[in-house]
């Protein structure tokens, strides 16, 4: 079975700090899904990558899948508390032919101090 | 706008009640799924419909059971409830077909077994 390791589990921050989140496979990726969660919320997606070396940003987030399809980071940029919560990867462990059952990582917590 | 609704966000029932959790969404989506989601082990699947009174464990099904009657709802079934399933539980769904899509989800009900 596919696993997915996030790292780190949690982090803090100061306003305006880049960071990295970085999520690893035991397995191939054919399809890489970041998520957002605010606590006691449910999940809001942000991003999918689906091709080895792709990379795709919404407003101040940079996601990116590695040649090999195993690793995948998210970036942000000038952090804001409004970045503040739970960061998730998942991933289709059947590539994409299955009914869309998704494997997910821990979780990476992050705090952004004002 | 699309959505996703549990029934509950917050539930206190006492061991060995049998539990209901409703998900409905008005995206007309062929699949639904049903998650718990515990501190440093993410999301994990309990049971996934991928059309009305179909039904397919997932990774955790022990203790729950599932029943879907029509295509806008998914419900969660605790027979009879017992402390190890106080958790956060997340039901999604997702549009059919070949590829990659992604999945909606809910708010989130926590429940807490006494």
């Known amino acids: 079975s596919q696993e997915l390791e996030q790292s780190p589990q949690s982090l803090i921050v100061q306003e305006g700090k880049n960071l990295t989140i970085n999520c690893t496979s035991s397995k191939t990726l054919y399809g890489l899904y970041w998520y957002k969660q605010k606590y006691g919320e449910g999940l809001i997606f942000l991003m999918m990558?689906?091709?080895?070396?792709e990379e795709k940003s919404h407003e101040k987030i940079t996601a990116k899948l590695d040649e090999k399809k195993q690793q995948s980071s998210l970036h942000i940029t000038a952090s804001q508390p409004s970045h503040a919560g739970i960061y998730l990867c998942g991933a289709d462990p059947a590539g994409g032919t299955s009914y869309g059952k998704l494997t997910f990582g821990q979780g990476t917590i992050l705090t952004v101090h004002p | 706008d699309v959505k996703v609704t549990q029934s509950s966000r917050y539930l206190v029932k006492r061991t060995g009640e049998k539990v209901f959790l409703e998900c409905v969404q008005d995206?007309?989506?062929?699949?639904m799924f049903w998650y718990r989601q515990d501190p440093g082990l993410g999301l994990r699947l309990i049971y996934f419909s991928y059309d009305v009174k179909m039904k397919e464990k997932g990774d955790i099904p022990e203790g729950y059971s599932v029943s879907r009657e029509k295509k806008e709802r998914f419900s969660l079934i605790l027979e009879s409830a017992s402390t190890n399933q106080t958790s956060m539980y997340l039901c999604a769904s997702k549009r059919r077909g070949m590829g990659y899509n992604e999945q909606f989800f809910g708010p989130g009900t926590r429940l807490t077994v006494l």
């Open positions: 995206m007309d989506h062929e699949n």
């Open positions: 990558l689906q091709k080895g070396g």
